[in-house]
């Protein structure tokens, strides 16, 4: 029978996400409600097969609960999160880092009396083999910028070299989507254009698709290839980051600009 005869039934995961589509992630209807407190409201987002996809808004928009639904770290109170073809809406998250999905947190979660060596093993202990472990730890540091650092003990390395060790840990499990929370707060100018040449590396090498939650604009302009902003939960506006920054509303609600 042909794929389009209506008798074939395909589940709402498959049609959004997909072989016939070009989506990787898709969430419908999403909602999160702490008690009385709506922190995610009826969220339809969408992220294609290898896009760089910037969330924005001011503090308390939903975007780091956002962002914890999608991995599993919180139970949504409503809808459907749709991945490369599943319904992962009711899966733990070590199910979804099997299947792709990987998230570097705003605050570094190493391990901090372990040395680079040992907290990029761990992760990999998912993927390869013993055998490989010394391999790939060196390949992953030297691509990381990391290596004459690979005995340091993690917790005294630079903040940005934190960032990247981090960033490099969720790159070992080999995702088809990464979110990053945060990824140059509290960097130097050097350290955050570190981190933007690393992420567009990353693209040209990788097929995997980016949502990165930052309020550097400038970070923003110089990485999204479009942008998505929330506010009070919602999502507010997407577009170009030249279409949002020339949004008025925008401005009002996230750049503190106008009355």
């Known amino acids: 029978m042909s794929v389009s005869d209506p008798t074939i039934r395909t589940t709402p995961a498959v049609e959004e996400t997909g072989e016939t589509s070009s989506r990787i992630l898709q969430t419908r ?5 702490f008690g009385g407190l709506v922190a995610t409201d009826d969220v339809d987002f969408a992220v294609e097969e290898g ?23 919180h139970e ?3 809808g459907s999160i749709y991945y490369d073809g599943m319904d992962v809406t009711d899966l733990p998250t070590h199910e979804r880092v099997d299947r792709g999905i990987s998230m570097k947190f705003q605050v570094p ?25 010394e391999a790939r730890t060196r390949e992953t540091l030297e691509r990381f910028n990391l290596l004459e650092e690979i005995d340091t003990v993690a917790a ?7 960032q990247r060790l981090e960033i490099g840990m969720a790159m070992t499990l080999e ?63 997407e577009g170009t980051i030249e ?17």
């Open 76 to 78: 949504p109170t409503a």
């Open 175 to 237: 995702p088809k989507l990464m979110l990053l929370d945060e990824p140059v707060a509290g960097l130097s100018i050097e350290e955050t254009a570190e981190i933007a040449d690393l992420l567009e590396a990353l693209r040209a090498e990788e097929e995997v698709a980016f949502v990165v939650i930052e309020h550097d604009i400038d970070f923003v302009e110089r990485i999204a290839d479009r942008v998505t902003v929330l506010h009070q939960g919602a999502i507010f506006t």
């Open 243 to 259: 279409e949002v920054k020339a949004d008025p509303a925008v401005r009002r609600i996230y750049l503190g600009e106008g009355a």
């Open 109 to 133: 979660s190493l391990y901090p009396e372990l040395s680079v060596r040992d907290n990029v093993r761990i992760p990999l202990q998912r993927v390869a083999t013993p055998g490989e472990f």
């Open 51 to 73: 896009e760089l996809r910037c969330l924005i808004g001011p503090n308390g928009a939903g975007k780091s609960t956002f962002l914890k639904l999608v991995t599993g770290r």
């Open 156 to 162: 005294n390395l630079s903040h940005g070299q934190q």
């Open 29 to 33: 209807g999403l909602r999160k409600q």
